[in-house]
């Protein structure tokens, strides 16, 4: 008897590595756009799930963004039924203007309904979407801001309970896959709209493909995984160097000699674990905030204090490095 159409059975066995360390009648779910990407993996769960003796499900996150976007969603919970996937749940995200841009907000709104969907459910595992070809767009949209080797190491297959099982196939896989079930995939048309970053960045890669060769989008995925290696052991002696950190002066924040002592890999880190230990939003710390605070000690002429997000002032005072609220700074 012939086996499941390759797409199929890659799709399966991504999911398949996951689900092995998931508790027996646990709850797993997955995060369905009804795109190509979530449908493969919502329908590789459906199949795996039982025979893992967990529970599939799915959550689809209507964002409110576009016309006909609570039908959409309606029609990428009904497949998700289908395919065998309960419970399942359409949830609205609150996407709120930040500043960051559209994407960001609409990312981290999502985030944020997926969690208390998981939340609700009891879930110990949700699945997300991304594939091989995400991975590569955000190492590319990372080069393009200048960024360090966190920002360059991509996505993780795993963050608490957020997995990427489809993390290293391609996204012609998933379209694969769907074309063998026979499913006809959502097509958002935000994929389409060059005001996007991300699109501009889909549309560069392909370019790039076309020009250096087929395996480029690979190779980007490849050295995110490798500068994932490198970023983790770094901040690993960060957060050691962090908790070696005497404080400064009168016992006022840290001892700016200790600090300007660390190599500049650690303290450029050391500098964003202070700023998220003050109460700074630590994807809002840009790489312009930490070369700013490292200038409090590498070219100090008096300046100060500095502003990072969160509305924490930064100052260089007898001898220490001192971060507080902005309300009880004086203001330079």
């Not at 026979?182 to 370019?207: C, K, M, Q, Y």
């Not at 650690?266 to 200038?295: C, K, M, N, Q």
Request: glycine share 10%; hydrophobic share 45%.
């Amino acid at each position: 008897m012939p086996g499941p159409d390759p797409a199929v059975a890659a799709t399966r066995l991504a999911v398949r590595e996951h689900l092995s360390d998931v508790p027996e009648g646990c709850v797993v779910l997955v995060a369905c756009s009804g795109g190509p990407d979530s449908v493969a993996l919502a329908a590789a769960l459906a199949f795996e799930a039982p025979r893992a003796g967990v529970r599939g499900g799915a959550v689809v996150v209507d964002h409110g963004l576009q016309e006909r976007s609570a039908e959409v969603a309606d029609d990428a919970a009904a497949l998700c039924r289908e395919l065998g996937l309960d419970p399942v749940e359409v949830v609205r995200a609150d996407v709120r203007t930040s500043g960051a841009g559209l994407e960001a907000d609409a990312r981290s709104a999502r985030y944020v309904a997926i969690e208390a969907a998981a939340d609700r459910a009891g879930a110990a595992m949700v699945l997300i979407g991304h594939t091989r070809d995400d991975q590569a767009e955000q190492v590319l949209l990372g080069l393009s801001r200048g960024s360090g080797a966190r920002s360059l190491s991509g996505m993780p297959v795993r963050r608490d309970r957020f997995v990427r099982p489809l993390l290293a196939l391609p996204r012609a896989t998933t379209l694969a896959a769907c074309a063998a079930y026979g499913i006809e995939p959502w097509s958002d048309p935000h994929n389409t709209d060059d005001s996007f970053r991300r699109v501009r960045a889909r549309r560069l890669l392909a370019t790039l493909e076309s020009d250096l060769g087929p395996g480029f989008g690979a190779a980007l995925a490849r050295s995110a995984d490798l500068l994932r290696e490198d970023a983790d052991y770094l901040e690993s002696l960060a957060i050691k160097a962090r908790a070696e950190l005497p404080t400064g002066p009168g016992g006022n924040g840290v001892d700016l000699d200790a600090l300007s002592g660390l190599p500049r890999a650690i303290r450029t880190r050391v500098w964003r674990l202070l700023a998220a230990e003050a109460g700074a939003p630590l994807a809002d710390v840009s790489a312009a905030h930490v070369e700013s605070l490292d200038a409090l000690l590498t070219s100090w002429h008096g300046q100060g204090p500095l502003h990072v997000p969160g509305g924490i002032a930064v100052s260089r005072t007898a001898g220490a490095i001192v971060f507080s609220p902005l309300r009880e700074s004086a203001i330079a």
